[in-house]
């Protein structure tokens, strides 16, 4: 995991993109990006794809979750604006921090930040402090679809791709006494150019259970 408090120099921008270029295995030419199979159906096409930005409400567990199946498939990804961001709960979900650039502290350029970002990265998910105005999200959204990348917003953000919010959330694990919290499902509400939909998703060892292995159970209000 590469870790940085600021982000201000061209320079360091341009050091990491050839260390990524080095690194990164070569993409194929289609902008459908690897999704964990439990997360297919809350977005449009089944997929992350690449130019588009999403919004997630609710978990921030939800949203670093957008991100593993493509991290775990060679992609590089940036995390903007979360201090309380874990290793082991991202490795669990199955991001590569070997291929992850962490920003906990961007100060008062996040969006900028995600804009230079997305000239490098394939995903990246953010933050945010405050709501964007629209030239910042156009001018973001302009850098998106020229490189191809893909933005997670845990927040707002006006005219997503797809709109993701968390409703409800039942844990499970603990015996009488004893035990851990291990599952976790949560109800998604989701909004796009499909309509309005409801889904089911389950964490289990904290990373997104395929939908085939997925029990129903009655979700309890956040």
Not at 34 to 56: D, F, H, I
Not at 72 to 89: D, H, K, L, N, Q
Not at 148 to 165: C, D, K, R
């Amino acid at each position: 995991m590469f870790e940085y408090c600021s982000m201000n120099s061209t320079t360091t921008v341009r050091s990491l993109q050839q260390r990524i270029t080095e690194m990164q295995p070569l993409r194929l030419d289609d902008r459908a990006l690897p999704t964990a199979p439990g997360l297919r159906s809350l977005l449009p096409g089944g997929a992350l794809r690449k130019g588009a930005s999403y919004s997630v409400r609710g978990s921030q567990q939800l949203a670093l979750s957008l991100l593993a199946e493509a991290s775990a498939s060679g992609a590089w990804c940036g995390v903007i604006g979360c201090p309380t961001f874990g290793a082991e709960s991202a490795t669990a979900l199955g991001i590569a921090l070997d291929r992850c650039i962490l920003i906990p502290e961007p100060g008062s350029d996040a969006l900028g930040l995600s804009g230079a970002l997305s000239e490098i990265l394939t995903v990246v998910l953010l933050v945010p402090s405050e709501r964007p105005r629209s030239g910042e999200v156009e001018r973001i959204s302009a850098r998106l679809r020229e490189h191809g990348t893909a933005l997670v917003i845990a927040g707002e953000w006006p005219h997503p791709e797809s709109a993701l919010h968390v409703t409800a959330s039942k844990w499970e694990g603990l015996g009488t006494g004893y035990g851990f919290l291990d599952e976790r499902e949560i109800a998604v509400q989701s909004q796009d150019r499909r309509g309005t939909l409801r889904h089911t998703v389950r964490f289990a060892g904290g990373s997104v259970v395929d939908p085939a292995a997925a029990r129903v159970h009655r979700l309890v209000p956040r």
